[in-house]
């Protein structure tokens, strides 16, 4: 009988703690980081900027287009857009290249840019979007204090340094007007934060681009040692037709 009267005495504990349980609020987890940067800006800001270049940018490059081409008419280019995915990609894969390289990321630019004139680049890549503008994004690194933008460069042992992109725009420039019968200074090194940073002339990069629809990273160049972090080919509205944007 006590065996018993202990059994049914568990039970009942057990039938209020169920009941108490489930008599309780669910709790939403708390995501990891509730504070805003410093840098949003309300909608109404967002729109005024909208606007302004609306009114201030968009008749300038649409009448300038038009008078370069004056077979068509010309949509300026309002926004451009990556998948969230191809985002998260992209930034895994500039911290793996940076970790190999024993650099920090600093920052990232966002450089305005225009796509040329034409069907193909000098290299013989197509271009999607003639005339119409564009970003690149490229990471920084700290270099004597200053950020600057870089790549990185594949080593022997698997790893990585870095290149600084001003560094080898100068040297391919360099070599450029050597092959044209001007002096060239040769190589170009400098001292970094961090690791050892090296130019070479005439130097080949590999040009890795993210396709925003398929979100693959595919080599555009081949022959070259140096794998490029700068991000390009976003989806750009217009071209035509012309939708309506979040802001219109």
Request: proline fraction near 8%.
């Amino acid at each position: 009988m006590k065996t018993l009267s202990k059994l049914n005495a568990c039970l009942l504990g057990l039938l209020t703690l169920v009941l108490l349980t489930a008599c309780e609020e669910p709790q939403d987890p708390q995501p990891p980081n509730t504070d805003p940067p410093e840098q949003i800006i309300s909608v109404g800001q967002a729109k005024e900027m909208f606007d302004s270049y609306s009114d201030r940018r968009v008749p300038i490059i649409k009448r300038f287009e038009e008078m370069e081409d004056t077979t068509q008419a010309f949509n300026p280019t309002r926004f451009g857009e990556y998948d969230y995915q191809t985002v998260k990609q992209y930034m895994d894969f500039i911290e793996s290249e940076a970790a190999l390289a024993d650099v920090e990321i600093g920052g990232l630019r966002f450089y305005l840019t225009n796509y040329p004139a034409s069907s193909t680049f000098s290299d013989g890549t197509e271009v999607q979007y003639p005339r119409q503008n564009s970003f690149v994004l490229v990471p920084t690194t700290a270099v004597n204090g200053v950020q600057k933008g870089f790549i990185t460069r594949t080593t022997p042992d698997g790893g990585r340094t870095i290149v600084l992109i001003e560094d080898l725009v100068q040297e391919q420039q360099q070599n450029f007007r050597q092959q044209n019968g001007a002096k060239d200074t040769g190589l170009n090194t400098k001292g970094s934060d961090k690791g050892q940073l090296v130019t070479i002339v005439g130097a080949k990069p590999r040009l890795l681009f993210i396709n925003p629809l398929s979100g693959a990273p595919a080599v555009m160049q081949e022959g070259g040692d140096d794998v490029s972090l700068l991000l390009n080919e976003s989806n750009l509205r217009p071209p035509p037709p012309n939708p309506d944007t979040d802001f219109d």
